[in-house]
């Protein structure tokens, strides 16, 4: 019952957040302007908006102020980081550090759960496969690789040339800043979804430790109910620190000190890497999203999680023991910022303003002979081939996510099974490894995602195609996914091993028999679309530099998960007929675990159920504000003009799921830990006094005693 409320209040949240919008405003999208940020604001380093910031913000934004806050900033796996004290120690999000805690656990340890505190200096932990990269060095290589694409005549030609220009140019930058026994790499990024490009010289550390990590349930909580939710009262922290080739900690001059907090209208400057966005799409392509492959992303994520939170209500304990809560998250998390982008695009308001943005390039495009006669036809090209993705429609539906980890393993047997049908001699023995390697999951389960893939099969490719017959053969969906569970080989571990083991899979079972017939048309999808996409690559590119011919950077790049730099203020904001506001505190953390209790997504870990001593609850705990930040951003520093640190983002908030095409501040907040809020817990709950006298004097300490002897 829990998870069914709990997904009917989701989904009327992410309905609303949008369309109530449009709907409040009731105008007429044709008198709909766009507005100077609808790009956003996630600028580049290389293209720094000194001027903007300086004027705006009233401070000198400098070459050497952008450097300062580039080489104090870091890029770990999937997220944010940043060095935060000369002797390496580097802050980000409990939840970016999560496997490396778990990584460090020894024998009879839960970290994850308990927290971890290296109480001197020679118990860091060290994070196996762990790294943290910085950027030391940019360089524009645009004309390059420009005059080789320009040479080339074919995509194929293109994309060639765009390889050897990318291999060649990162050849020369890397032999300019190399020296010998340096981690340093070359990363290619394309700006302007190809109208500039960018050779980004980073240094990679891999001997990254664990410092002080605190329990899950305060680094994750409110769980997945929050989750792109603001009011928020996370404690998602955690302090890593990199040592040096010679096993020392690292000693760094760039870095950010932790400052005293912020105050409502400051501003900040969040430093990271947001992932791959999409605000610089045409309206063909915005339309084709919007009314394809988007509803079918959403739907197949909303029914699965409907599904896996239908289980797990009714076998909360397997649950538990089997991790689906992880798992579930994963998926509502994905749902969740898929859904919201929908809205963005069912939004009439936001479309308008789409709409008008591309009206001002065609006009500029147009009004300039030069850029017409190589520019001028791109938005039409660009509307054919969705024209042409249109009509492959029905795979988005019925063969995109046949092999997702959400979805059936039986599917994804059967699909496997069809592969070693289609697939060379060579190839044999990978596919074989793959089916032997999927893992069966709970039976009734598996029965529920099953049922939901072949009635996926019948809704889109209707009653009389081939597959949908071998899928239902004349009965429901649910009645169906039964009879193939009992009746195939493939309906259970053992079995598929019994098969292989004894030489092949039989071709007459009803499992294979259904791979056999949707794997070549799922692979026939895949390349059609991938061949769609590469040639709308190429468009895009071209559109990209048009873009930038006339624009220039004043309008910042999509984001690329490569390192960017965005400016807001704290700032909080109308919901729910009420005020969000700037900050929250730990009072209200205590106020949300007193009011669920045990067992709920707000328990707190035991030894803070009760307030610590000294521990002052007016202190802010989190805080939101309008600077634009996206998936990727996780971990990244928030500081002020002075660079101090003042928090760390870990969250957007549901107005912000549009993201993705449009950056809106009015209601669309980013949402950061408050630097306050770390170190009263260092200090009054795990007493990490060590860390703390780093964290404010920059002295490395090696132990509690010696701490203590200092303060």
Request: glycine fraction near 10%.
């Amino acid at each position: 019952m829990r998870s069914t409320l709990r997904s009917a209040v989701l989904l009327g949240v992410l309905s609303a957040a949008f369309g109530a919008t449009a709907a409040a405003q009731a105008v007429n999208p044709d008198t709909v302007r766009a507005g100077r940020f609808d790009a956003g604001r996630m600028w580049t380093f290389e293209y720094a908006p000194a001027r903007y910031f300086s004027e705006t913000y009233g401070f000198t934004a400098d070459s050497a102020w952008f450097a300062r806050a580039r080489l104090a900033a870091l890029r770990i796996p999937g997220c944010s980081a940043s060095f935060v004290s000369p002797n390496g120690l580097i802050a980000t999000n409990h939840h970016c550090a999560r496997g490396g805690v778990a990584a460090v656990s020894r024998p009879g340890e839960n970290l994850l759960d308990n927290g971890f505190y290296a109480a001197t200096l020679d118990e860091e932990r060290r994070v196996p496969g762990f790294y943290a990269d910085q950027l030391v060095a940019i360089e524009d290589v645009s004309d390059s690789v420009l005059a080789a694409l320009d040479r080339a005549r074919t995509d194929d030609e293109r994309a060639q040339a765009r390889r050897a220009a990318f291999a060649a140019a990162a050849d020369r930058v890397l032999a300019r800043h190399r020296s010998p026994g340096d981690s340093l790499f070359v990363q290619m990024v394309s700006l302007y979804n190809g109208g500039r490009y960018s050779a980004y010289v980073f240094r990679r550390y891999t001997d990254v430790r664990v410092v002080v990590a605190p329990e899950l349930q305060l680094g994750f909580f409110g769980g997945d109910p929050d989750n792109f939710t603001y009011p928020r009262y996370d404690l998602d922290f955690t302090i890593l620190r990199i040592y040096g080739a010679d096993g020392r900690p690292l000693h760094t001059d760039n870095y950010f000190r932790f400052g005293q907090g912020v105050r409502p209208g400051d501003p900040v400057f969040v430093i990271g890497n947001p992932g791959p966005t999409s605000r610089m799409l045409t309206m063909s392509q915005l339309e084709f999203l919007r009314d394809v492959s988007e509803p079918a992303s959403v739907a197949f994520l909303r029914t699965r999680l409907d599904a896996m939170r239908g289980w797990y209500d009714a076998n909360h304990e397997e649950g538990e023991r089997l991790g689906m809560r992880n798992r579930m998250f994963g998926v509502s998390n994905s749902f969740k910022a898929s859904a919201g982008g929908l809205d963005a695009l069912n939004d009439p308001v936001v479309m308008a303003r789409k709409r008008d943005a591309e009206r001002q390039l065609r006009d500029s495009i147009q009004t300039r002979p030069a850029l017409r006669e190589r520019y001028g036809r791109l938005f039409d090209q660009i509307a054919a081939l969705q024209r042409d993705k249109r009509r492959i429609a029905p795979g988005y539906v019925a063969f995109a996510n046949v092999a997702s980890s959400a979805g059936s393993v039986l599917l994804r047997r059967a699909y496997l099974a069809g592969r070693l049908r289609l697939a060379p001699a060579d190839s044999l023995p990978l596919f074989r490894s793959r089916l032997l390697a999927l893992r069966d999951q709970p039976r009734d389960l598996e029965r529920r995602l099953l049922a939901l893939q072949l009635g996926d099969f019948a809704r889109a490719l209707g009653p009389a195609d081939e597959v949908t017959r071998l899928a239902l053969g004349g009965r429901s969906a649910e009645e169906a996914a039964q009879a193939l569970l009992e009746g195939s080989v493939l309906g259970d571990e053992a079995r598929t091993t019994l098969a292989l083991q004894g030489g092949a899979l039989p071709p007459d079972d009803p499992g294979v028999r259904l791979g056999v017939a949707f794997t070549p048309r799922t692979l026939a999808f895949f390349r059609e679309r991938d061949r769609l996409t590469t040639a709308e690559g190429e468009l895009v590119s071209q559109l990209g530099r048009a873009r930038f011919e006339i624009y220039g950077t004043g309008v910042p790049p999509d984001a690329t998960f490569s390192p960017r730099i965005t400016d807001g203020v704290v700032q909080g904001y109308a919901y729910n007929g009420t005020l969000a506001p700037p900050f929250t505190t730990f009072a209200g953390m205590y106020d949300r675990w007193f009011s669920f209790g045990l067992g709920s997504e707000w328990e707190l870990p035991a030894r803070w159920r009760t307030p610590p001593p000294g521990l002052d609850l007016s202190t802010p705990l989190d805080f939101c504000s309008t600077a634009d930040t996206y998936g990727g951003n996780s971990g990244s520093p928030a500081v002020t003009k002075d660079l101090a640190l003042v928090g760390l983002n870990f969250d957007r908030n549901i107005d912000a799921l549009g993201r993705d095409f449009i950056y809106l501040p009015e209601q669309g907040r980013n949402v950061m830990v408050d630097v306050r809020a770390i170190q009263a817990a260092l200090d009054k709950v795990y007493g990490a006094h060590r860390v703390l006298q780093e964290l404010r004097t920059g002295q490395l300490v090696r132990s509690e005693q010696e701490a203590d002897a200092g303060h």
